[in-house]
């Protein structure tokens, strides 16, 4: 696609006028109605929206996971249909087009039409024009307590309105991008679906060969007829959690010269034991000494929020609470294929949770998860075994997973292209060709 020919063509000479976002929107920060009061969470009727819904079902709600009473509603007002809102703190740019009438909490700004652009705007267009505001946030934030969006750019963000002095032309431009939009959507969930069902088929195949593989008969073995020991893990490796000086929030623990990576929860991948190439948060020269030093090739895993999750760490770091340690070994092993154990071991504990999400566990529970010890040799066998699978199945850099990724960056692609109107004033959004001039 010629971004320059089908951008004139389409707006046929008119030209673009430029607005505030404040100019055109009304925006109010939402909140989270007094957790203290029953009476404001009891019978609720009023959709109230969190980050979980967009996750859960989409960025174009009708319906809200949590509902709470009239009577939480602040001065009686609630956020008008067909507004947006977008996360401007937490998980900056997250974004979703609200047709109902609403409340939303507070890591979200609300976005609602001044009643004088009511009939300028397509609402859909607005929503696709906010992966550009998006993209803004992310890269334009302020580190107080935690990271949220300068609002002062934010309000003077620009925002366009196709050929002006024409509302029905303008509503006609608008409504071809969202055409166009609205199909090239389609299409790539429909191909990202396709290519994911294939990805789980993959991945529940790896699954099966690797329990087979990392699955001994306790029973045999206690009766002494295998050539596997079972151990306490507490017997197998020595273990300790990681700290971090308290509060979280607070500014100094982050960043600056001499700043090393930090590792939290979040920084450890979902598959092949890895760590995250960046960690989220560097933690500073100062908060150092209040933390605990991981040298590369060490074995962790998470014990809170998101638990089971094992990486050997690929470079030296400083890890998190949340995250227990492995410092040395008391039995010949290999790291790999204790990782896998550990992983194994965690997946089963979450299947015995019967649909419960289970979000930490004890020290006391941790110590005593029994590992199988085969010979050094066989250890090594399954690991090689192992290895060859996973590469197949989950490699980022290749296969599924990098289609996958490859089909999204395509799809943004596009969609900014369709949404980069020439003339863009001078703190606005970038035509890919203004960026590769």
């Not at 008008?80 to 939303?104: D, K, M, Y």
């Not at 593989?213 to 959690?241: H, I, P, Y």
């Amino acid at each position: 696609m010629n971004h320059l020919s089908y951008m004139e063509k389409l707006l046929d000479g008119v030209e673009v006028e430029w607005k505030k976002l404040a100019d055109v929107f009304q925006l109010k920060n939402g909140y989270t109605p007094s957790k203290s009061k029953k009476e404001f969470w009891e019978n609720g009727t009023v959709p109230w929206f969190r980050m979980d819904d967009i996750r859960e079902n989409g960025q174009i709600l009708d319906e809200s996971l949590q509902k709470v009473s009239e009577s939480a509603i602040k001065g009686g007002k609630l956020f008008p249909e067909n507004s947006i809102i977008i996360a401007t703190s937490a998980t900056i740019g997250e974004h979703a087009l609200i047709r109902v009438p609403f409340l939303a909490n507070q890591r979200f700004t609300n976005l609602s039409l001044k009643p004088v652009y009511k009939d300028t705007f397509n609402n859909k267009f607005i929503f696709y024009y906010c992966f550009m505001l998006a993209d803004w946030c992310k890269k334009n934030t302020t580190m107080s307590s935690f990271a949220s969006v300068d609002m002062d750019g934010f309000k003077k963000y620009p925002f366009p309105i196709p050929c002006p002095n024409d509302p029905k032309k303008s509503l006609e431009i608008q409504a071809e991008i969202v055409r166009i939009l609205d199909a090239f959507t389609a299409m790539t969930a429909e191909l990202t679906a396709e290519l994911t069902a294939e990805l789980n088929m993959r991945k529940k195949q790896y699954n099966y060969y690797r329990d087979q593989l990392l699955s001994f008969d306790l029973s045999a073995d206690q009766a002494g007829e295998g050539e596997v020991e079972w151990k306490n893990l507490e017997d197998v490796a020595s273990f300790r959690r990681g700290s971090f000086p308290q509060p979280y929030g607070n500014s100094e623990w982050y960043d600056g010269e001499g700043c090393m990576p930090f590792v939290q929860v979040a920084d450890v991948a979902d598959f092949g034991f890895t760590l995250h190439q960046t960690t989220k948060q560097k933690i500073s020269k100062l908060a150092q000494p209040k933390s605990v030093f991981v040298e590369k090739g060490t074995v962790v895993v998470s014990l809170q929020g998101t638990i089971g999750r094992v990486a050997i760490t690929q470079y030296d770091s400083y890890v998190d609470r949340t995250l227990a340690i492995f410092t040395s070994y008391k039995e010949d092993i290999n790291k790999k294929y204790f990782a896998h154990q550990l992983k194994a071991k965690f997946d089963l504990e979450k299947e015995f949770a019967r649909g419960s999400t289970l979000k930490t566990i004890t020290k006391q529970e941790f110590s005593k998860f029994q590992i199988p010890i085969p010979p050094i040799e066989e250890q090594n066998r399954i690991v090689a075994l192992l290895d060859k699978f996973d590469t197949l199945t989950h490699s980022i850099k290749e296969g599924l997973p990098r289609e996958i990724e490859l089909r999204q960056k395509q799809y943004e692609y596009y969609r900014d292209l369709l949404l980069s109107f020439p003339a863009s004033p001078a703190g606005g959004p970038k035509s890919h060709s203004d960026e590769a001039a």
